[in-house]
T-cell receptor, first 112, second 114 residues
Framework: GNSVTQMEGPVTLSEEAFLTINCTYT??????LFWYVQYPGEGLQLLLK?????DKGSNKGFEATYRKETTSFHLEKGSVQVSDSAVYFC???????????FGKGTRLHILP | DTGVSQDPRHKITKRGQNVTFRCDPI?????LYWYRQTLGQGPEFLTY????????KSRLLSDRFSAERPKGSFSTLEIQRTEQGDSAMYLC????????????FGSGTQLSVL
């Protein structure tokens, strides 16, 4: 079946640190991959996505590359800000299933 | 664009009662999804509609749960004979067009079953 596994949190970093949040997927087909973010008090929103192998999704300084050989879609940012504090969800979708499956989420705290 | 709205924001009910939640998607969106989220977990897929047709239901959705989307506009999710294990945040999302276009989420309905 279709599933994603992401690193457990919370992750606590100082401002301007480098961020990596790991995500791996399993799928019977060729999934599209996503990162969604939930800021405090807000609903989930799409951060970035990639639809095929070697694609790189990017937004707001965040990047993730679709790696078919390692079945991974790790989220990275070179220099985090306090405003990046949120819960980040890795997600995947396979056309045959036509729905998006979410990981458990990783809470990120950025200290000033 | 008023976004996806859900009503009510909070619902407290006693075990065994029926509850109904409403979701109003973004007006031109043809796909509508229901998810359930418990504390510390990611959203779990429950069901989805393309226009008025309910295309898939999760195994998580027992026969106490029913969802409708009459006329392909708003949707309702009803839970009959609620149990304490039904306590969760119920999220609605909508999207336009092809699968895996951006999902727009509502703020959710927080259900507490006492």
């Amino acid at each position: 079946g279709n599933s994603v596994t992401q690193m457990e949190g919370p992750v606590t970093l100082s401002e301007e640190a480098f961020l990596t949040i790991n995500c791996t997927y399993t799928a019977t087909g060729y999934p599209s991959l996503f990162w969604y973010v939930q800021y405090p008090g807000e609903g989930l929103q799409l951060l970035l996505k990639a639809t095929k192998a070697d694609d790189k999704g990017s937004n707001k300084g965040f990047e993730a590359t679709y790696r078919k050989e390692t079945t991974s879609f790790h989220l990275e940012k070179g220099s985090v800000q306090v405003s990046d504090s949120a819960v980040y969800f890795c997600a995947s979708g396979v056309n045959r299933d036509d729905k998006i499956i979410f990981g458990k989420g990783t809470r990120l705290h950025i200290l000033p | 664009d008023t976004g996806v709205s859900q009503d009510p924001r909070h619902k407290i009910t006693k075990r065994g009662q029926n509850v109904t939640f409403r979701c109003d998607p973004i007006s031109e969106h043809n796909r509508l999804y229901w998810y359930r989220q418990t504390l510390g977990q990611g959203p779990e897929f429950l069901t989805y509609f393309q226009n008025e047709a309910q295309l898939e239901k999760s195994r998580l959705l027992s026969d106490r749960f029913s969802a409708e989307r009459p006329k392909g506009s708003f949707s309702t999710l009803e839970i009959q004979r609620t149990e304490q294990g039904d306590s969760a945040m119920y999220l609605c999302a909508s999207s336009l067009g092809q699968p895996f276009e951006k999902l727009f989420f509502g703020s959710g309905t927080q259900l507490s079953v006492l």
